[in-house]
């Protein structure tokens, strides 16, 4: 049968994008979307701008506005990378001799060939000899006008492989009990929004150890400065530790000892806004438009408190304890930047997380980057962003932002009839990988559950199988995997407006932990340290013609998901698994005839 022509609305493609960017010094990444099932080859025409049938390279495009006479170009066959509900996503690497280029794209189906620049979608003859002044006019093609290398996300390498954990400090353990507030509660007493258990840094200390028996080799610290409430992101004195928490030099201890086991330490920064009663703020609430500072804050006007709870001053959420910053005021600015710079310089630490950063200007944040990565080149930036990230993302701002739509997928999926949901599944992840450079998705900070949410045993309905599952998937991803604390020994709580049980005390009595949970998880991350395979960023997908099964692979790890209620028995040939390969939770070899319970992670050898 005939097929349609090749449809124009489907075929997207942005330069200096996701869909074009210098992936290192000397090679580019490009992509193109088009309309699902529509096109069957993809060619990348592409070449120097400035080689010209008269004049050579030294030549240059001078022939004026009609740019014709461009021999540059070379066809470089592009891939299917993935696939999406409605789109084909196709993507090829090229190294420009001379870091520049021109290039277009050649689309092929049964019916037509057509050429897409950016000023172009023109159909050409099967015969190229007979499209030459189509492929030789320079005008209409997309340009990368050169690969700077100030341009490049360069992203620190260790992040690749770093499993974190995250610790909500109040609630982990206290270590020093004359340290806690004078209104503090037994510890694993009810968590509610407003009271203290006691945990600080010295029992962070104290557990040093027991994180790197887990495997974890990099821990997420919620703040950690002067603040009067539990979760500390109302910031009272960015300089100073909160005496309940401990202090500079216990913090400096616990750098030092986990550098010393391998162990990277990040910090949470709110640049976002500040507390009540955060001095300056105080200041502007005495004189109000006489302060210095009352140009640090967004105040709409004076007087800042009116009749009816009405408040003249933007916040964070609507919270009126947390007066918002202007930022744009370069005072406020340098402060906080010297801020940022200050816990580097002094203490070594090696990330920021930094807590609602999308409602500031970009500015900052470029400005930010720069000043941290002279400071320590290998530093990471990880932005708090729950939607689509890509502007911060593009060498100039953040490495990474948390991954929020993963874990939205996973336990989505996992909740599901999974046997009716799997290609939605497979389809939200693609999405998340094409919605970012690749750079960025092999450092991506990826997580089940956190402060903010509900952890994630509850979202599964306690259900310790499927949460295993999910722990599998989100190993299986580039990026970096995130625990938060308690995750490994099987505890749960719920998040919402009226329960703060997600923020529970962590419970260190060995009779109330699962140990068989923590044991599986320490294998995991075992495996995942010594297989490099889990740092690439594509994965092959196999989903069997009954949906009987779910295979992911990249190399030669694969991780197969029974999509059915009871065990199923497969042929390994069926899941198109070579003999003599390895299950990595057993350590036995696989014969022909495999039963898989809830799953299998395989490796060939």
Same mark, same amino acid.
């Given at each position: 049968?005939?097929?349609?022509?090749?449809?124009?609305?489907?075929?997207?493609?942005?330069?200096?994008?996701?869909?074009?960017?210098?992936?290192?010094?000397?090679?580019?990444?490009?992509?193109?979307?088009?309309?699902?099932?529509?096109?069957?080859?993809?060619?990348?025409?592409?070449?120097?701008?400035?080689?010209?049938?008269?004049?050579?390279?030294?030549?240059?495009?001078?022939?004026?506005?009609?740019?014709?006479?461009?021999?540059?170009?070379?066809?470089?066959?592009?891939?299917?990378?993935?696939?999406?509900?409605?789109?084909?996503?196709?993507?090829?690497?090229?190294?420009?001799?001379?870091?520049?280029?021109?290039?277009?794209?050649?689309?092929?189906?049964?019916?037509?060939?057509?050429?897409?620049?950016?000023?172009?979608?023109?159909?050409?003859?099967?015969?190229?000899?007979?499209?030459?002044?189509?492929?030789?006019?320079?005008?209409?093609?997309?340009?990368?006008?050169?690969?700077?290398?100030?341009?490049?996300?360069?992203?620190?390498?260790?992040?690749?492989?770093?499993?974190?954990?995250?610790?909500?400090?109040?609630?982990?353990?206290?270590?020093?009990?004359?340290?806690?507030?004078?209104?503090?509660?037994?510890?694993?007493?009810?968590?509610?929004?407003?009271?203290?258990?006691?945990?600080?840094?010295?029992?962070?200390?104290?557990?040093?150890?027991?994180?790197?028996?887990?495997?974890?080799?990099?821990?997420?610290?919620?703040?950690?400065?002067?603040?009067?409430?539990?979760?500390?992101?109302?910031?009272?004195?960015?300089?100073?530790?909160?005496?309940?928490?401990?202090?500079?030099?216990?913090?400096?201890?616990?750098?030092?000892?986990?550098?010393?086991?391998?162990?990277?330490?990040?910090?949470?920064?709110?640049?976002?806004?500040?507390?009540?009663?955060?001095?300056?703020?105080?200041?502007?609430?005495?004189?109000?438009?006489?302060?210095?500072?009352?140009?640090?804050?967004?105040?709409?006007?004076?007087?800042?408190?009116?009749?009816?709870?009405?408040?003249?001053?933007?916040?964070?959420?609507?919270?009126?304890?947390?007066?918002?910053?202007?930022?744009?005021?370069?005072?406020?600015?340098?402060?906080?930047?010297?801020?940022?710079?200050?816990?580097?310089?002094?203490?070594?630490?090696?990330?920021?997380?930094?807590?609602?950063?999308?409602?500031?200007?970009?500015?900052?944040?470029?400005?930010?980057?720069?000043?941290?990565?002279?400071?320590?080149?290998?530093?990471?930036?990880?932005?708090?962003?729950?939607?689509?990230?890509?502007?911060?993302?593009?060498?100039?701002?953040?490495?990474?932002?948390?991954?929020?739509?993963?874990?939205?997928?996973?336990?989505?999926?996992?909740?599901?009839?999974?046997?009716?949901?799997?290609?939605?599944?497979?389809?939200?992840?693609?999405?998340?990988?094409?919605?970012?450079?690749?750079?960025?998705? $092999?450092?991506?900070?990826?997580? /089940?559950?956190? %402060?903010?949410?509900?952890?994630?045993?509850? @979202? &599964?309905?306690?259900? !310790? #199988?499927?949460?295993?599952?999910?722990?599998?998937?989100?190993?299986?991803?580039?990026?970096?995997?995130?625990?938060?604390?308690?995750?490994?020994?099987?505890?749960?709580?719920?998040?919402?407006?009226?329960?703060?049980?997600?923020?529970?005390?962590?419970?260190?009595?060995?009779?109330?932990?699962?140990?068989?949970?923590?044991?599986?998880?320490?294998?995991?991350?075992?495996?995942?340290?010594?297989?490099?395979?889990?740092?690439?960023?594509?994965?092959?997908?196999?989903?069997?013609?009954?949906?009987?099964?779910?295979?992911?692979?990249?190399?030669?790890?694969?991780?197969?998901?029974?999509? $059915?209620?009871?065990?199923?028995? /497969?042929?390994? %040939?069926?899941?198109?698994?070579?003999?003599? @390969? &390895?299950?990595?939770? !057993? #350590?036995?070899?696989?014969?022909?005839?495999?039963?898989?319970?809830?799953?299998?992670?395989?490796?060939?050898?």
């Amino acid at each position: 049968m005939k097929r349609d022509l090749i449809d124009r609305e489907g075929v997207l493609h942005i330069p200096k994008s996701n869909y074009a960017y210098a992936y290192n010094q000397n090679t580019l990444h490009i992509r193109i979307r088009t309309k699902k099932g529509d096109v069957d080859k993809v060619y990348l025409r592409i070449g120097d701008p400035y080689n010209w049938e008269e004049g050579g390279l030294d030549g240059g495009n001078l022939n004026g506005a009609e740019a014709s006479g461009w021999i540059g170009g070379e066809n470089v066959s592009m891939k299917k990378e993935l696939s999406t509900e409605y789109h084909d996503y196709w993507f090829c690497q090229y190294k420009p001799a001379r870091k520049r280029v021109r290039y277009a794209f050649i689309l092929e189906n049964y019916s037509e060939r057509i050429l897409f620049g950016e000023k172009i979608i023109d159909t050409l003859t099967k015969d190229i000899k007979e499209n030459e002044w189509e492929l030789s006019n320079i005008s209409n093609f997309f340009s990368f006008p050169y690969l700077n290398k100030k341009d490049i996300l360069d992203v620190p390498h260790w992040a690749k492989n770093t499993i974190w954990y995250q610790i909500f400090p109040e609630r982990f353990c206290n270590g020093k009990p004359e340290n806690s507030p004078k209104n503090v509660e037994p510890w694993g007493s009810k968590p509610k929004y407003n009271n203290f258990m006691g945990g600080d840094l010295y029992g962070l200390y104290d557990k040093i150890d027991y994180l790197v028996e887990l495997g974890i080799t990099g821990i997420y610290l919620c703040p950690i400065f002067i603040s009067s409430t539990n979760h500390k992101y109302d910031t009272i004195d960015y300089y100073k530790i909160d005496p309940h928490f401990g202090d500079e030099d216990i913090f400096k201890k616990i750098v030092e000892r986990c550098h010393s086991k391998g162990v990277k330490v990040m910090l949470d920064a709110v640049f976002n806004h500040v507390s009540i009663e955060f001095p300056f703020w105080k200041d502007v609430i005495e004189r109000e438009s006489n302060s210095k500072y009352a140009d640090w804050f967004v105040i709409n006007k004076f007087p800042l408190y009116e009749e009816n709870n009405k408040i003249n001053y933007e916040t964070f959420a609507n919270v009126k304890e947390m007066p918002k910053l202007n930022l744009e005021n370069l005072e406020c600015r340098e402060y906080f930047l010297k801020v940022a710079c200050y816990w580097v310089e002094k203490f070594n630490i090696d990330a920021w997380r930094l807590d609602v950063c999308n409602e500031i200007d970009h500015k900052f944040w470029r400005e930010f980057r720069e000043r941290i990565k002279h400071i320590k080149k290998d530093f990471y930036i990880l932005g708090e962003i729950w939607h689509d990230a890509l502007p911060w993302l593009m060498g100039d701002q953040f490495d990474a932002v948390m991954n929020y739509p993963l874990s939205d997928a996973i336990i989505k999926f996992l909740l599901s009839d999974k046997k009716l949901e799997v290609e939605k599944f497979i389809y939200d992840l693609n999405k998340i990988l094409i919605s970012y450079p690749k750079n960025t998705n $092999e450092v991506t900070f990826n997580l /089940l559950d956190s %402060h903010d949410t509900s952890r994630v045993l509850t @979202s &599964l309905k306690e259900d !310790k #199988d499927l949460l295993k599952i999910a722990l599998l998937l989100l190993f299986f991803q580039s990026g970096s995997p995130c625990l938060y604390y308690g995750t490994e020994i099987g505890m749960s709580g719920e998040k919402n407006s009226f329960s703060e049980n997600n923020r529970k005390c962590m419970v260190w009595e060995d009779d109330k932990q699962d140990r068989n949970l923590f044991k599986f998880i320490q294998k995991l991350i075992g495996i995942r340290k010594n297989n490099k395979e889990f740092e690439t960023v594509d994965v092959q997908w196999l989903l069997d013609s009954k949906r009987r099964f779910l295979k992911l692979k990249k190399g030669l790890i694969s991780l197969v998901i029974n999509l $059915e209620d009871s065990i199923i028995n /497969l042929n390994i %040939h069926e899941i198109e698994i070579k003999n003599n @390969s &390895l299950d990595l939770f !057993k #350590d036995e070899i696989l014969t022909d005839n495999i039963n898989i319970e809830k799953f299998l992670l395989i490796k060939e050898e």
